[in-house]
């Protein structure tokens, strides 16, 4: 059985672990993507510390929680593609723990980066989820989204399962840097938006002027 230490992740979650091993901890990232309040840099290096235990494979965590980011990103991406902006918005706003804001901070920072934000948005927290919903939108082609996505997931999450791995029983020191590393990334990816923001409006004002 896991026995968590420190940053208790919530039940099911070692519940999943213990009773299915490494597809138990890919159904939990699959949820952590649907529903980003989930703690990834708790799952993760649970997953790690599991497999120090030989609760599961170190190569099974790896392949199953990658596998699990990218069905999870897929669905948001159907959402996107299916429902389009405005009902995908209205939906989110009815669900709890997720901000509207966030998903429109998140769509502007596609608009401005394309495909590297999917890329590089699996390695940004809160990012990391919502940026599947602008390229559903959009309507990315979906091998490419598929690769991007994948690559992007499996950096993130060989990180941290190896770090859980490593640090054995002491693998809830992981979140402690995740807290630092997220407040700076979330920090410049928020200045990043407002910047493109700033930019387009700022371009759009003489032309509304000259057609006034």
């Given at each position: 059985?896991?026995?968590?230490?420190?940053?208790?992740?919530?039940?099911?979650?070692?519940?999943?672990?213990?009773?299915?091993?490494?597809?138990?901890?890919?159904?939990?990232?699959?949820?952590?993507?649907?529903?980003?309040?989930?703690?990834?840099?708790?799952?993760?290096?649970?997953?790690?510390?599991?497999?120090?235990?030989?609760?599961?494979?170190?190569?099974?965590?790896?392949?199953?929680?990658?596998?699990?980011?990218?069905?999870?990103?897929?669905?948001?991406?159907?959402?996107?593609?299916?429902?389009?902006?405005?009902?995908?918005?209205?939906?989110?706003?009815?669900?709890?723990?997720?901000?509207?804001?966030?998903?429109?901070?998140?769509?502007?920072?596609?608009?401005?980066?394309?495909?590297?934000?999917?890329?590089?948005?699996?390695?940004?927290?809160?990012?990391?989820?919502?940026?599947?919903?602008?390229?559903?939108?959009?309507?990315?082609?979906?091998?490419?989204?598929?690769?991007?996505?994948?690559?992007?997931?499996?950096?993130?999450n060989a990180i941290f399962v190896l770090a859980g791995y490593a640090l054995?029983?002491?693998?809830?020191?992981?979140?402690?840097?995740?807290?630092?590393?997220?407040?700076?990334?979330?920090?410049?990816?928020?200045?990043?938006?407002?910047?493109?923001?700033?930019?387009?409006?700022?371009?759009?004002?003489?032309?509304?002027?000259?057609?006034?």
């Amino acid at each position: 059985m896991i026995e968590s230490i420190g940053n208790t992740p919530p039940g099911w979650i070692t519940d999943l672990m213990d009773a299915l091993g490494a597809p138990g901890a890919g159904l939990a990232i699959a949820a952590e993507n649907l529903f980003p309040p989930l703690p990834s840099e708790v799952i993760l290096p649970l997953a790690g510390f599991a497999a120090s235990r030989g609760t599961m494979q170190l190569a099974s965590a790896l392949v199953w929680t990658t596998l699990g980011s990218v069905i999870g990103a897929l669905a948001l991406y159907g959402a996107g593609a299916l429902l389009g902006r405005a009902r995908t918005v209205a939906i989110a706003a009815k669900l709890p723990l997720v901000k509207v804001s966030d998903i429109e901070k998140t769509e502007r920072w596609f608009q401005r980066h394309g495909t590297k934000a999917v890329f590089f948005g699996r390695m940004i927290p809160l990012f990391r989820s919502l940026i599947s919903i602008p390229a559903g939108i959009e309507r990315m082609p979906v091998p490419v989204f598929l690769a991007l996505t994948t690559l992007g997931s499996l950096i993130w999450n060989a990180i941290f399962v190896l770090a859980g791995y490593a640090l054995g029983e002491n693998w809830e020191e992981v979140t402690g840097y995740v807290d630092v590393y997220s407040k700076v990334v979330l920090a410049a990816a928020a200045l990043s938006v407002a910047a493109f923001a700033l930019i387009r409006v700022s371009r759009r004002g003489p032309g509304l002027r000259r057609r006034g």
